[in-house]
């Protein structure tokens, strides 16, 4: 079994600057893909970015790329998502996430992950 915490949601101002954590316990080894989405209000949850957790590929979706940045530490089983130059449409819950499945097309569906976390809101304000 797999525990993943979220962390480092808030309120900010618009241009303003989040990272959020993602700390992973459990079965930690092995080869798998750790994703970020988001899901506000009355709306699907949707793919914000990927990063495969041996050789560190990312993936992001066209709305967040140039702003946000996903990365990862091996040694402490936690990803990152620095977002910055934030907007007010940005503002969601953001969870994150873990796919055994292997391609980028597999990586932005919600429903081809198997581990979740409670996730953390953002809230970005004009």
């Known amino acids: 079994q797999v525990q993943l915490v979220e962390s480092g949601g808030g309120l900010v101002q618009a241009g303003g600057s989040l990272r959020l954590s993602c700390a992973a316990s459990?079965?930690?080894?092995?080869?798998?893909?750790m994703g970020w989405f988001r899901q506000a209000p009355g709306k699907e949850r949707e793919f914000v970015a990927a990063i495969t957790w041996t050789i560190g590929t990312t993936y992001y979706a066209d709305s967040v790329k140039g702003r946000f940045t996903i990365s990862r530490d091996n040694a402490r089983n936690t990803v990152y998502l620095q977002m910055n130059s934030l907007k007010p449409e940005d503002t969601a819950v953001y969870y994150c996430?873990?796919?055994?499945?292997?391609?980028?097309?597999?990586?932005?569906?919600?429903?081809?992950?198997?581990?979740w976390g409670q996730g953390t809101q953002v809230t970005v304000y004009s």
């Open positions: 996430g873990r796919t055994s499945y292997y391609g980028a097309s597999y990586y932005s569906t919600p429903l081809r992950y198997d581990y």
């Open positions: 459990g079965r930690t080894s092995g080869s798998y893909t």
